[in-house]
């Protein structure tokens, strides 16, 4: 779709290899682009309620970097559930160490719907750190990454997976 750069297509067969390929000499944690280590201590594990049903295998994962987004999380999480309808889908909110309580605000909406997980970063790496952690959160074969802000319109979510289903990449 013109304009919309930040969609990433990676099966999970791939998504395993560069993961595996990265973490070779670290295999407890995110390697970042220019080979620094982020421990594993570092990097919080998806949250989901206490007894949650989850979805088991998302034919969609939908990867959100956020920080200081507190007032764009309820906003996004509606407006994704809105376009997905019919999918069967997981959000995955990664809080990249923000300073207001985006963490919070994510983990409430969260326990509200069992296909929004979350995934804190002890504190902030940047951007491209937060997405590569939600991309190794994320357990669907179909990947689409967007910002917090809803620059990115989920709207065309759909369009974009019966493009990948008509053979486009």
């Known amino acids: 779709l013109p304009g919309h750069r930040t969609y990433v297509h990676l099966d999970a067969q791939q998504r395993d290899n560069i993961w595996?390929?990265?973490?070779?000499?670290?295999?407890?944690?995110?390697?970042t682009?220019?080979?620094?280590?982020?421990?594993?201590?570092?990097?919080g594990m998806p949250v989901a309620p206490r007894g949650a049903v989850t979805v088991s295998d998302p034919?969609?994962?939908?990867?959100?970097?956020?920080?200081?987004?507190?007032?764009?999380?309820?906003?996004?999480?509606?407006?994704v559930r809105a376009a997905l309808?019919?999918?069967?889908?997981?959000?995955?909110?990664?809080?990249?160490?923000?300073?207001?309580n985006t963490a919070d605000v994510a983990n409430d909406e969260a326990s509200r719907d069992p296909r929004v997980r979350v995934v804190r970063l002890a504190r902030n790496y940047g951007?491209?750190?937060?997405?590569?952690?939600?991309?190794d959160h994320a357990r669907?074969?179909?990947?689409?990454?967007?910002?917090?802000d809803l620059q990115n319109d989920p709207?065309?979510?759909?369009?974009?997976?019966?493009?990948?289903?008509?053979g486009y990449d």
């Not at 309808?85 to 207001?100: I, P």
């Not at 669907?140 to 917090?148: I, P």
């Not at 709207?155 to 008509?166: C, F, G, M, S």
């Open 20 to 31: 595996s390929e990265r973490c070779k000499d670290a295999p407890s944690s995110i390697v």
């Open 33 to 43: 682009p220019d080979r620094n280590v982020i421990p594993e201590a570092d990097v």
């Open 59 to 79: 034919d969609l994962s939908v990867v959100v970097p956020l920080y200081n987004e507190r007032e764009n999380v309820g906003p996004l999480v509606e407006a």
């Open 85 to 100: 309808g019919d999918f069967r889908w997981e959000l995955v909110l990664v809080d990249d160490g923000s300073a207001d």
């Open 127 to 135: 951007q491209t750190i937060a997405m590569q952690a939600g991309f």
């Open 140 to 148: 669907a074969e179909v990947v689409v990454s967007m910002d917090g």
């Open 155 to 166: 709207d065309d979510i759909p369009r974009l997976v019966t493009k990948l289903q008509e």
